[in-house]
Every structure is written in structure tokens, then in C-alpha cells.
């Protein structure tokens, strides 16, 4: 296992990569919208993945490449399958950390993952990828498999809305993992102004532009963009991680206390002093959560 990165370090290298640049104001935003038009980004799976074959299939029912990650040398779970939807601010591709994320979730629950490349804003809209992650699940629950539903930032906010539309078909998921979820694009929380000083990552004023850009033609107010103004009641069981220095923690806390009070089942894993997505970054607490993650999703047994 490779030697954890001081946590410390975590916000300086976030300052020199100008990680943040696409949030701390409107023209960064603007300007990496700009960009994502000009040269979309690579989405591949890196050449090597340990322990996991990766395939992509061909046709697929979207139009949009699809994976499937599944590890070697074992028998799959053919009852049990995760989706997973990456983050990105609905403007970034895929990671290298997200493809290793979906590895180790394969390799140690025995399960395939399943991983849409879902279009970036300028190139679609909240309605567009909500619609077809909802036909991606329908495809396995029509398969006869049982899916376990999984997301970071973006991703979170795609991943619950999806679950929100399935449950207003009488179909309830066994289970949804959700890591620091974007979840109300109008960024109107008043703890964000609390917590926004000390978070190295996320900002409002370029996230209110990545979210008029995502909406489309749909309020800022409807599930299918904010699930956390959807009604929860009904839902299966929900994980949650999220950082005390991320500006997305207080939607977070509203969505843990919403979902309880519709009685839903939420396991809760507040890091203090973690920053956005910090499951995937290569600290000790990362690694603590990853092994949560991992655990949230360990297989349907029937």
C-alpha cells in the first residue's frame, strides 16, 4: 500500500495546481466551460487497473461509452452490481482516482462495476444524463440484478436524483453510497458563508455558473437538478461521507436529517477537517474512507 500523503499538504498542492480555479469566480468558471468545449478530455480507463479487466460496451442503449469493471480470476456476483457516477462539477471528465476507486470496489466486494462517461455541460444538461443513468439501472434491474448506486459531487447529485425518479416507480435500490454530494445547485445555504474561509476546493461563485449551465431549461429547485428538494420518504438505505471543510457539508447535513425524518436509513460519516471528495485522496483518512465505501457496498445477498 502506498505511504499516505500528510493531510496537511492536501490544501497546498490543491494552491499550486490552482485546483479551485474553476470556482473561486464567475470567469474561472466560464473560462473552463470554454475549454471543455474547445478540447474535451480523455475519459479512458488508465492501461492498468490492478487486479480488475475493464471492457467497454459496444452498442450501448445511450450513445454514451459505458464500462464494466469486474476483478480477475474470481466468480462475479451475478445476483449484484454497482453503478458508479463520477464527479467533475458536471464540466470535468472522469479520474484517474474515480477508475481505481471502482477497481478496489471490484476487487473486494466481487461485484462489476458498472461506469457511465455521461456528457459534460456545454454538452448536456441534468435532464439529459439524469434520463440516462435511470435507463443504465433499468437495463440491470431488467437483468434480473440487484444495484447498488454510488457517487462523488456530481456524481452524488445524478446519483440521487436517478433514485428519486426509480422510487416514483415503486422501484426501491438496496442501497445508495454517497461521497461529498452536490446536492441544491442554488448554493443558497447560509453555512456555506461558514465553512467557505477554510475550503481549499469549492467556491460559489464559479459553482453558480456550472449550475445555470447544468440545469438546462429545468429550475434550479426541481430533484432532477437539487434532489435534496425531492421527497425522500420511501428510499432504501443511504451512506453518506462528507467534510467538515467542504462547502457542500451543510446540504449534506440538511439531506441526513431530511431522510431521517422521512425514515430513512443513513449511515453518517462526518470527516472533521476533510475537505471535498476526500475519500479519494491519498491521505490516511482517505484511505479510512474508502475501506467506509467499500463496506457500503458489499453485495446483495438474496
Known amino acids: 500500500m502506498p505511504v499516505p500523503v500528510p493531510q496537511s499538504l492536501i490544501p497546498l498542492f490543491l ?25 474535451p478530455e480523455p475519459y479512458g480507463p488508465p492501461s492498468r487497473l490492478e487486479g480488475v479487466s475493464v471492457t467497454r460496451r459496444v452498442p450501448t442503449p445511450l450513445g454514451w461509452p459505458v464500462y464494466d469493471v469486474a476483478a480477475e480470476n474470481t466468480a462475479r456476483n451475478q445476483g449484484s452490481v454497482v453503478i458508479y457516477v463520477h464527479g467533475g462539477a458536471w464540466v470535468n471528465e472522469i479520474r484517474v482516482q474515480h477508475w481505481q476507486l471502482t477497481a478496489r470496489v471490484a476487487r473486494e466486494t466481487r461485484q462489476r462495476v458498472v461506469v457511465p462517461i455521461y456528457p459534460l455541460v456545454p454538452f448536456s444538461t441534468a435532464r439529459e444524463v439524469h434520463d440516462g443513468v435511470v435507463a443504465l439501472i433499468q437495463v440491470e434491474l431488467d437483468a434480473g440484478h440487484h444495484v447498488r448506486l454510488a457517487g462523488d459531487s456530481a456524481g452524488g447529485q445524478i446519483a440521487l436524483s436517478a433514485a428519486l425518479a426509480l422510487r416514483e416507480q415503486g422501484i426501491v435500490l438496496p442501497g445508495m453510497t454517497l461521497l461529498s454530494p452536490a446536492l441544491d445547485l442554488s448554493w443558497s445555504n447560509p453555512g456555506i458563508d461558514v465553512i467557505a474561509p477554510s475550503d481549499p476546493w469549492l467556491a460559489r461563485p464559479g459553482g453558480r455558473v456550472l449550475a445555470e449551465a447544468w440545469r438546462g431549461e429545468d429550475s434550479l429547485e426541481d430533484p432532477v437538478v437539487s434532489p435534496l428538494f425531492g421527497e425522500l420518504s420511501g428510499l432504501g438505505p443511504l451512506t453518506i461521507l462528507t467534510g467538515t471543510r467542504d462547502i457542500l457539508n451543510p446540504d449534506a447535513q440538511l439531506l441526513r436529517a431530511k431522510a431521517q425524518a422521512a425514515g430513512v436509513s443513513v449511515a453518517w460519516h462526518e470527516g472533521a477537517g476533510q475537505i471535498h471528495v476526500y475519500a479519494l485522496l491519498p491521505t490516511k483518512a482517505g484511505e479510512q474512507g474508502l475501506q467506509t465505501i467499500v463496506k457500503s457496498l458489499q453485495p446483495v445477498t438474496s
Open 15 to 39: 494552491k499550486a495546481t490552482r485546483a479551485n480555479r474553476a470556482f473561486v469566480s464567475e470567469a474561472g468558471a466560464q473560462q473552463r466551460i470554454a475549454e471543455r468545449f474547445l478540447r
